[in-house]
């Protein structure tokens, strides 16, 4: 039997928690430059490519990243980064739009990790968990939950 909230099945139109952890429960961010890093992240893909275009970062391959923009397919309506793990709230609206961004929001934090902490191998638990949510008030809760949870600062 798979694990709760692992089945990959997604709607159009759909709400859902993502969320996920570190192996072994380990931290995923050490210090507050990983937590910037992992937000650059989600502003690179799911930006509008017209708000993309206006960065001018130097070093930045701006294109790549409007080439993989997300943008048309999942919006994110909250988040909270711990220590050790992550919460998303999305609306996505195409019926892959979450696999193709976790995906690559995944690949780019670890390969960022990884290289910045001379590591190799998993840096999440296992893959993410989605739940659809179904109703307003669960829209709400889950909205409170994650406002509620602590933005990831290390002192």
Same mark, same amino acid.
């Given at each position: 039997?798979?694990?709760?909230?692992?089945?990959?099945?997604?709607?159009?139109?759909?709400?859902?928690?993502?969320?996920?952890?570190?192996?072994?429960?380990?931290?995923?961010?050490?210090?507050?430059?990983?937590?910037?890093?992992?937000?650059?992240?989600?502003?690179?893909?799911?930006?509008?490519?017209?708000?993309?275009?206006?960065?001018?970062?130097?070093? &930045?391959?701006?294109?790549?990243?409007?080439? !993989?923009? @997300? =943008?048309?397919? /999942?919006? #994110?309506?909250?988040?909270? $980064?711990?220590?050790?793990?992550?919460?998303?709230?999305?609306?996505?609206?195409?019926?892959?739009?979450?696999?193709?961004?976790?995906?690559?929001?995944?690949?780019?934090?670890?390969?960022?990790?990884?290289?910045?902490?001379?590591?190799?191998?998993?840096?999440?638990?296992?893959?993410?968990?989605?739940? &659809?949510?179904?109703?307003?008030?669960?829209? !709400?809760? @889950? =909205?409170?939950? /994650?406002? #509620?949870?602590?933005?990831? $600062?290390?002192?």
């Amino acid at each position: 039997m798979p694990a709760r909230n692992i089945v990959k099945s997604y709607i159009e139109n759909g709400y859902y928690h993502i969320y996920n952890r570190g192996v072994e429960k380990r931290d995923i961010f050490l210090d507050e430059q990983d937590c910037k890093v992992f937000l650059h992240y989600l502003k690179l893909y799911l930006s509008p490519i017209e708000e993309l275009r206006e960065l001018n970062l130097p070093g &930045l391959r701006i294109l790549r990243f409007i080439r !993989l923009n @997300l =943008s048309q397919e /999942v919006n #994110l309506l909250a988040f909270s $980064l711990m220590p050790n793990h992550i919460h998303l709230q999305i609306k996505q609206t195409t019926k892959d739009g979450i696999v193709k961004f976790m995906r690559r929001l995944s690949t780019s934090y670890v390969m960022y990790f990884n290289r910045k902490y001379q590591r190799v191998g998993a840096l999440f638990q296992n893959t993410y968990k989605a739940v &659809l949510i179904e109703s307003d008030p669960h829209l !709400l809760h @889950l =909205s409170r939950y /994650v406002h #509620l949870n602590p933005i990831c $600062l290390h002192t």
